[in-house]
């Protein structure tokens, strides 16, 4: 037992000083998104969606919740950020080809028809990014919208 309680004392003092140290935060400036929302003008509606939904992992602007303050959940939420950023960043989105954002486009219409995004581990801690069927479908035509306007995606018939 004597040598149980030292495991635990042990593992408390780890903790406790693991707080000191965590990730750097992805606190951008949200004038970083304007030249995505000025090339892909989402109505009103879409823009709060982005806002509360996607944001948060696929910006340089996140609203960090007050258990990233917890270590290891902070180097969790980072991972989530930086792999977010990966796949698709509105911040950067003026470095991107035409190609490549008609390409992100796409990969956003599936993620968001088959209900991949936003994550259900997201979806658990933000209950306004729950996306209804209504919103799910004014994001798909405004993205629809967007690829047309690249002109890469044939027009519907």
């Known amino acids: 037992m004597k040598i149980l309680k030292k495991i635990l004392l042990a593992l408390l003092v780890l903790f406790v000083i ?5 990730p750097k935060k992805n606190e ?3 004038k970083s998104i304007e030249p995505f ?9 879409v823009k709060r969606i982005l806002e509360e939904t ?3 992992c696929h910006s340089d602007v996140t609203r960090y919740p ?10 969790w939420l980072a991972s989530h950020v930086k792999d977010g950023k990966k ?4 911040s ?11 390409h ?3 990969e956003l219409i599936e993620m968001v028809e088959e209900k991949e995004m936003p994550l259900p581990s997201y979806t658990w801690t933000h209950s306004e990014a729950k996306l209804s069927d209504a919103q799910i479908a004014s994001v798909i035509n405004w993205a629809k919208t967007v690829r047309i306007k690249y002109g890469l995606e044939p027009k519907a018939e």
Request: glycine share 4%.
């Open 54 to 56: 996607c944001y948060d």
């Open 18 to 22: 693991a707080q000191f140290f965590g």
């Open 66 to 75: 007050w258990y990233n303050n917890i270590t290891p959940v902070n180097f």
């Open 28 to 30: 951008g400036d949200l």
């Open 92 to 102: 950067d989105w003026v470095d991107n080809s035409t190609k490549r954002k008609d």
């Open 104 to 106: 992100k486009f796409e």
């Open 87 to 90: 796949h698709l960043n509105f």
């Open 37 to 45: 929302l000025a090339e892909t003008n989402p109505p009103a509606d």
